[in-house]
């Protein structure tokens, strides 16, 4: 079955540069989730979208991060001028409606290394 | 800021023993989530609890939620190396109509055949 999926799967890039994650959620789930998740820790939020807005963005370390997620499905991760300190593995979720009565379900994520 | 720590940060056991992991806060949380995490993969969902000293049993899994809601726990019977893996817990809080999940440090366990 059809997953959430996140691409790509790895990114490499040089500081300073800008980089764009992408992830596609569940077909009809409306919540969507970005983490980010550093070595031996547990995910941290960063982002949450109902629909198309941003319903919460409280988890965004700087502006330099910004998420959109125009049509209400599919959402991209931007982050500009990269740091060394922004390598990490960031997890797209998604749920059917908001809240933990609706199962959270991750994608495979992407390991951002900046170098 | 809320914090969840758990501990052991890393366990390592031959198969067949029994372990239990834990998940502290000083913050009160509405619910608490455990995940198991492989490597390459996003958490998954194990279990929910949601009233204070609630326990719920998942095969060989018991999980309970302490009476004040801030800090849970994870009992695996007879450990198989199938369970190798990130045990995560998260704890659920509400605001402005809004809920979030904040996860734990994790503990990495390892069954050792």
């Known amino acids: 079955g059809a997953g959430v999926s996140q691409t790509p799967s790895n990114k490499v890039t040089e500081k300073g540069k800008y980089v764009e994650l992408r992830c596609d959620p569940i077909?009809?789930?409306?919540?969507l989730y970005w983490y980010r998740q550093s070595l031996g820790q547990g995910p941290e939020f960063l982002i949450y979208?109902?629909?198309?807005?941003?319903?919460?963005d409280s988890g965004l370390p700087n502006d330099r991060f910004f998420a959109v997620r125009p049509e209400g499905s599919v959402s991209t991760l931007k982050i500009q001028r990269t740091e060394r300190g922004d390598s990490a593995v960031y997890l797209c979720a998604s749920s059917l409606r908001p809240g933990p009565s609706y199962e959270q379900y991750f994608g495979p994520g992407t390991r951002l290394t900046v170098t | 800021t809320q914090l969840l720590e758990q501990s052991p940060q890393f366990l390592s056991i031959q198969e067949g023993e029994n372990l239990t992991v834990y998940c502290n806060s000083s913050s009160v949380f509405s619910s608490l989530q455990w995940y198991r995490q492989e490597p390459g993969e996003g958490p998954v969902l194990l279990v929910t609890?949601?009233?204070?000293?609630e326990v719920k049993k998942l095969k060989r899994l018991t999980f309970q939620f302490g009476d004040a809601r801030k800090d849970s726990s994870l009992h695996i019977t007879a450990a198989q190396p199938g369970d190798t893996g990130l045990y995560l817990c998260a704890g659920v809080s509400r605001y402005f109509g809004n809920e979030k999940l904040t996860f734990g440090t994790g503990t990495r366990l390892t069954i050792i055949p």
């Open positions: 609890v949601v009233t204070g000293g």
């Open positions: 979208f109902q629909g198309t807005g941003a319903a919460d």
């Open positions: 077909s009809g789930h409306t919540a």
